[in-house]
């Protein structure tokens, strides 16, 4: 089908109302922005959509568009609501104003770099907190599963090792956390789509994106970012994998809701899975593409700690006052969120990182299974 073609009839829904109740052997419609090799775009993506298919006999089956080619970054959320897509992947610290509690989750990124850990934390929490729960419904959005990356670093055109380096350097931050911590360090940091950062650095209109190191070879950053800064800042995680339609959503049987969230779980942890075997592919290769992994200096390190320390404590102020969140919910965000590290910590202590079937089998046993499928995202 061409993409005119499908522009075309996602418009028509858009233009009627709510995409109606899912009919057997229809086609619906997919989205992520991020390109085709990234390991969201690849698990939970091309091979969800195969694995859907596969598993309803073709009943549900999902055109699946990569890269922003039908809905860009910025404008997930209303593609989603108005029909123009199914399903999509939403970042959620793109809008703040639409999701301020989100943002308040995506704040604690800083607090666990686990993949893991934190795929599974974020997501029960996004599931089970009734504000988080209220602000998908308010925009239009059906939660369906969340994600983390792996640990973000400094991936820059130029040499930053050390706090006078880093001042006045251009870094595109992946979301609000981040900008704090640049700006607190000297840094400048500027507003534009992950999906630019490559011709930023290309170009020289930014000196440094703050991305996981697999981003050199998965996205091809290494032809245009020759440094790394060895300094872990946190991960990924706001907003929703797959953030469904509500007519879509509603229009399904239980079984189906079912079987769309237990093939999440089982994507979210291949994802993860690529993630970390990309990450141990790139630091074997990135030295022939003539990448250097820089050692942070000590006033650096201070710098960072410093910050992290200072803002963490003031997290739930800094909710109120940016993003109008009310002190209690932005401070229950921030506990349960604690809570359930600490949870899963616990669940995946002592799994092998790359055993897929164990990691599946717990997140699916104590965080997607007890979704009802029978009511979630109905009401």
């Not at 694995?51 to 039908?70: E, R, Y």
């Not at 607090?111 to 599974?120: C, K, R």
């Not at 703050?210 to 995680?237: I, Q």
Request: hydrophobic share 40%; proline share 4%.
């Amino acid at each position: 089908m061409k993409l005119a073609t499908i522009r075309g009839a996602a418009l028509a829904i858009t233009l009627s109302g709510a995409i109606a109740a899912p009919a057997a052997g229809a086609e619906y419609i997919a989205n992520n922005f991020l390109d085709q090799n990234h390991p969201f775009s690849v698990f939970n993506y091309t091979e969800w959509a195969k694995d859907v298919a596969k598993a309803t006999n073709g009943d549900l089956t999902f055109k699946v568009f990569l890269g922003g080619s039908l809905v860009p970054a910025r404008s997930t959320l209303p593609g989603i609501r108005d029909g123009l897509a199914t399903v999509a992947y939403h970042a959620g610290t793109y809008t703040p104003s639409e999701l301020p509690i989100t943002n308040v989750l995506a704040d604690m990124s800083l607090y666990n770099s686990d993949i893991y850990v934190t795929l599974a934390a974020s997501t029960e929490v996004s599931f089970k907190n009734a504000a988080i729960q209220a602000e998908y419904k308010k925009v239009g959005v059906v939660y369906g599963g969340g994600y983390s990356t792996s640990p973000y670093l400094l991936l820059c055109r130029t040499k930053v090792s050390s706090l006078a380096e880093l001042k006045g350097k251009r870094l595109r931050m992946p979301g609000s956390l981040w900008d704090r911590w640049g700006v607190a360090l000297g840094a400048v940091s500027v507003n534009v789509p992950s999906s630019e950062i490559f011709t930023g650095l290309e170009r020289g209109t930014l000196d440094c994106g703050m991305n996981p190191l697999e981003s050199l070879k998965s996205r091809s950053w290494w032809d245009v970012a020759k440094y790394v800064v060895d300094l872990p800042l946190g991960v990924y995680f706001s907003g929703p994998m797959w953030g469904y339609n509500p007519g879509f959503w509603k229009g399904l049987k239980p079984e189906q809701r079912a079987m769309l969230l237990d093939h999440s779980a089982r994507a979210s942890v291949r994802s993860s899975m690529a993630y970390i075997r990309n990450t141990l592919e790139t630091e074997k290769e990135m030295g022939a593409k003539g990448v250097q992994m820089l050692k942070p200096t000590a006033d650096l390190v201070a710098a960072s700690d410093k910050f992290i320390d200072a803002d963490a404590k003031e997290l739930g102020k800094m909710s109120q006052q940016k993003f109008k969140v009310d002190l209690a919910v932005a401070e229950g965000v921030v506990a349960e969120y604690k809570a359930s590290v600490a949870k899963w910590e616990k669940l995946f202590a002592g799994v092998d990182p790359m055993d897929e079937q164990k990691r599946y089998e717990i997140l699916k046993k104590e965080l997607f299974d007890k979704i009802d499928p029978k009511t979630y995202g109905l009401n």
